[in-house]
């Protein structure tokens, strides 16, 4: 009887408390955005390919889907560190196949001996050059990702990857921790 | 935490520097220097403690503060974090001086240090040293031996004055390191009092009469009780008062939690003894019984494990008052400060989340949490 | 350090926290004010005030004219800056310039020729016969800016006027070592006040405070006789007690009016509007003298300075020739501004800015600096110290693991840098640095974000527009075939046979054309499959 007694309470208990989270999960329920949305804000939109992928938006549903989260070097050790973060997944390091973290960079064409001939132009995949057949070419510097795709297709090899100088304007200060003592070198 | 001293950019030749942020002033104050205040404030209750219980107490610090100044250097090594510097710190130190003040006069030496070196090796340096560890590393130790042996934690000596038979130099330094007196008396002998019985600490003393079922006045007839608690006890906790009033002249704690403290105790102890006060003791034997004044001002006041917001300060002092007074009154402990202390460490996280200051220019603060 | 007895004329409120530091003010501002020869070249920053750069209007090989315009701004935050002296512009090129970053940036560098030769100068004594517009128009255009520190443009910090019901001057200066503010006070008060008249005329109705703290009794003496001569009665003197950083824009707001400038909005919200002494006399000097701004008082101090004191320096003098001029002795550390809020110069050849109001040489073991840090112990002397009622150490341990939402929860960016909490902690943390490279993290990671959407932005808009024209050109194919179709239908209904197989073979035509049309788009949306 006993028994009996325990197993109706203990059923009767997790009927209601099933039922109070039931509930609540639809209640208060979090609309998030989709999994893919949220990879895809991490990733740093350079469309540059180097993970194997079209773009970064394929890319994202691949990791999604279960790739590997350290497919992208534009995005450096920090995009991998925040991927895991958001995935529950372990940091790993950069896949070196893949390419390595460089400095920010963009493209430069070298105006004089540009032909015309709009390879970079079809390769660009944020349109960030401007042109026409037969007629020189220039990259919109605020809107270059520093992607490395139009190199590649200049039949004159006259498109450079410049790095972005650092400027009063995009210097930050320091981590205190990760400040590397400094030798103090006296002026002469 | 290994963090090098930098020298600011100074390259004259204007190569890349690494430039080093202002305030380039520094108020001459230190860690070392508040350590060494703790520790300089507690020396009248050390001479309280050592006139009334004789010169164990000095032999308890002697054993805590080298177990965990070896323990320290020791754990740092394994951890491969500059030994010298932490060491300095003196908050090692700090907890094995105020750990040894909470010991009975003539603990085994052994206990002393597995008391200590629990408290630096998984009070402290489990958690990630200094600055991190949510406990109370003087007041695990002290648990930890209170609930492994409660036999030896609970005996006290009789107060000098009461003593049957005065505890020498020699016998205390044998009974610590061997178990024996030197001459022919025992251990029971000397931790005998006048009246025959072997002597509890006036808390223990009345927690015991009144589960006897005896009232309070007559609980408080026995020669140990006296004054504003017991004889020697209320001395020694005037002296720690008066060092923690030196603490905060000072500035090197602040007086918000040793007052909340008291303050808890009072506003559960005195509606207690209004209600029937032949079982509740009056608020004034707590606050000069047991370890209260070391516990307001020396260990609630360890700033890494305390709140630290204005109002948590006090959420966190009445906390401890409280609960201390109902483990004495209903718990089955007669002293209860390291537990409440424990217990709201434990509270800290919490308590500073939900205390946050209102920020200059800003709406109050408790609108904008979830 | 002597306190004033003058009783404040109107009541004084309290702000939480602060610091009593050394006050260190007694080093400089003994001496009158003085002036130092020319130096050999100037150095000035375009980038000397808050917002853009400005922009040259003069070429390498200029003469130019003392007050003479050699830069004028760029967008509504920028200022025009004007040549402190006669002389050849020799150079427009990037130096370094007075940022903590040591970075270069765009300069003009101007020889002088020695003859100090002044534009002409058209003075306006006749205030009353201005609008509006025309005196900010002269404010705007003498390039005078904020000269408490932050070069915030004047004439965009007046320009409001709808609401604005009282003017405080900020002669707190609270920080250590500086006195160019009590030294101007004391020297030229008349002028000051006559500059705060003329900001005041700009309003219809306005009450006048000015604050400073009660460490500067010769200072609040010149004020109230100024005061009296001019008889500018309605002028109030709020002595406020020392206490850094009681000078603050905020907290002195807070001491004078007992409220907050709430987050995010501006003191204009609150109907204030505040100005420093040093921009009162400048503004004074471009009416009255017709001056525009090209020289300030800067206080050159530190234990290695050996002729301390307040200085007329025209802008771009490098820190440099301060340092030869004043007989310093090899100093250890040169701070540009006070040393809770300055910052260590890379190197002394740099020019003064319009914000520079000192530069401290310091002596070995003058500033408590290099002190190794210790962990954190929680003791919460930051928090008694912040003076915005922060919680510093929480802000501190986020920051330094990178938990940037985090201290942005913590309300990361109402912290004014002042630097009292860094000042107290007893485990020597750099907690000031901690929040400026969180602050400056999270900005870079904003402006990353944008930099971001807007490719990818771009990169879905050609997407769509590649698939766009495929789609185009496959449609385009389907109905060439369709007419062929019907073509060849009506051709010869009798042979159907033959009209099917025609009809089948211009399908395969039509498909082979539109897969070399795809072929080509495919070569055209580059290496990306």
New interface residues.
Partial sequence: MDLITAVIILAALGLVFGAILGFASIKFKVEGDPIVEQIDDILPQTQCGQCGYPGCKPYAEAIANGDEINKCPPGGEAGVKALAELLGREVIPLDEERGEEKPPSVAYIREDECIGCTKCIQACPVDAILGAPKLMHTVIIDECTGCDLCVEPCPVDCIDMIELPQTVASWKWQQPEQMIPVKQVEAN | MTKTTQLPGKNHKGLCMKALSSPYDKKTNSVTQMMLWVVGATLPGVFALVYFFGIGVIANIMIACTTALATESLILRLRQRPVAPILWDGSAFVTAWLLALALPPLLPWWMTVLGTAFAIVFAKHVYGGLGNNIFNPAMVGYVLLLISFPLEMTTWLPPQELAANPVGVADTISIIFSGQASNAATVDMLKQGVDGYTMATPLDHIKTQLAQGYRLPEAESAPIIEGLSGVGWQWVNLTFLLGGLALILKKVIGWQIPLSVLLGMGIVSLPLFFANSDQYLFPMFHGFAGATMLGAFFIATDPVTASTTPKGRWIFGLGIGAITILIRTFGGYPDAIAFAVLLMNMAVPMIDYYTKTRTYGHANKAKELR | MERSNFASEIPIHEIPGG?H??EHKTRSNQAAIRTLPLAGELIINL?GQAGNRSIPVVEVGDKVLKGQMIAECDGIFSSYQHAPTSGTVTAIEDR??A?????S?RCIVIQPDGEDQWRELSPQTNIDSLDREAMLARIFESGIVGLGGASFPSHVKLKRENGIHTLIINAAECE?YITCDDKLLQEHAEEVLKGTEIISKLYADINIVIGIEDNKPAAIDALAAARESLSLSNIKIAVVPTKYPSGGE?QLI?LLTGK????G?LPADLGLVMHNVGTCFAIYEAFYQGKPLIQRLVTLTGDACQKPGNYWVPFGTPVEHLITQTDAQSPK?I?M?G??????L???NVGIVKATNCI?M?AEGE??????????????AC??AC?????P??LFWHA?A?EFDKTEE??LF?CI?C?AC???C???I?L???Y??A???I??NKI?KT??????Q??????ERLERVKREKAEKHRKAAEARKKAAEAAGKKDEKKAAVQAALARVQAKKKAQQADDKDD???????
């Fill in positions: 610091i530091p050394t980038k370094t310039i940022h903590p970053s040591g970075l940036d250590p905020k807070q907050e400038v709430p987050h909005k550390h701070i501004g040393p809770m809020m300055g910052f260590e890379p190197g002394p401290i310091s500033l408590g600096i290099s002190e190794p840090a210790l962990p954190c112990i929680r003791c919460g928090m008694d003076p915005a009622s922060l919680l150490q929480q330094q990178d913590y309300d109402d840098e630097g860094a000042y107290v007893p485990s020597h750099p000031v640095q901690y400026r490279y602050k400056s993290t900005r870079n990353e930099k971001a959407e807007k490719a990818r771009r990169h879905e808009a050609r997407q070569s055209a949306s580059g290496e990306e499959s």
